[in-house]
């Protein structure tokens, strides 16, 4: 079945950086455009990065773009989501995403807090 496990979540402060990974299996990645999205406290989940099959292109939501990054590894099913100067605003849950035949799939979840 399909499976995305998210990590590299974290307490971070103001300007700080992290590296979230997503980890997919149960499907063949390679085909497959890939998706982070976030849930805030209080707010809705959105749309934060997409990568497509081979690495380019990709899409950012304006509050991310030019802070954020997103690749993968095609070779190790993983995908990357580089985060530098990173803000309050960015604390929330990011979650790992596929698209299969009109269903979504989603990991579990991982939390990023950034404070001071």
């Known amino acids: 079945q399909v499976q995305l496990v998210e990590s590299g979540g974290g307490l971070v402060q103001p300007g700080g950086s992290l590296r979230l990974s997503c980890v997919a299996s149960?499907?063949?990645?390679?085909?497959?455009?890939i998706n982070w999205y976030r849930q805030g406290p209080g707010k809705e989940r959105e749309l934060v990065a997409s990568?497509?099959?081979?690495?380019?292109?990709?899409r950012y939501a304006d509050s991310v773009k030019g802070r954020f990054t997103i690749s993968r590894d095609n070779a190790k099913n993983t995908v990357h989501l580089q985060m530098n100067s990173l803000k309050p605003e960015d604390t929330a849950v990011y979650y790992c995403?596929?698209?299969?035949?009109?269903?979504?799939?989603w990991g579990q979840g991982t939390q990023v807090t950034v404070s001071s």
């Open positions: 990568i497509s099959t081979g690495g380019t292109p990709t």
């Open positions: 149960g499907f063949t990645f390679t085909v497959y455009s």
């Open positions: 995403n596929v698209r299969r035949y009109m269903q979504d799939y």
